[in-house]
């Protein structure tokens, strides 16, 4: 009974640790190199954003900040240019 129990909490344990290492949309979680450009996106195109995709969050403000490329400051479209590409999910596991 003992082992059962302690096999189960290592189950846990191990599961949680791999869910930790996600992203909040479930992929993987991004690198520091993501992280940076993302800051640097952030802060290049702060008025570009604000100016054309006012009230619109993450994924939809990215679309939305495409559609304006032609439209976006030199900075933004320089910072938009070293996004690094986002990882492919990892297989599934079967």
């Known amino acids: 009974m003992k082992l059962q129990i302690a096999v189960a909490l290592a189950a846990l344990a191990?599961?949680?640790s791999?869910?930790?290492q996600e992203a909040p949309g479930g992929g993987p979680a991004p690198t520091p190199?993501?992280?940076a450009a993302r800051q640097?996106?952030?802060q290049a195109c702060a008025a570009?954003?604000?100016t054309f995709c006012d009230g619109k969050?993450?994924?939809e403000r990215m679309m939305c900040m495409r559609e304006n490329n032609d439209k976006l400051?030199?900075?933004c479209k320089d910072a938009m240019a070293k996004?690094?590409?986002r990882r492919p999910p990892p297989p599934p596991a079967g």
């Open 14 to 16: 191990l599961g949680g």
């Open 18 to 20: 791999a869910l930790a």
């Open 33 to 35: 190199e993501q992280q």
């Open 40 to 42: 640097a996106m952030r």
């Open 48 to 50: 570009d954003m604000k």
């Open 57 to 59: 969050e993450g994924r």
């Open 73 to 75: 400051s030199a900075a």
């Open 83 to 85: 996004m690094p590409a």
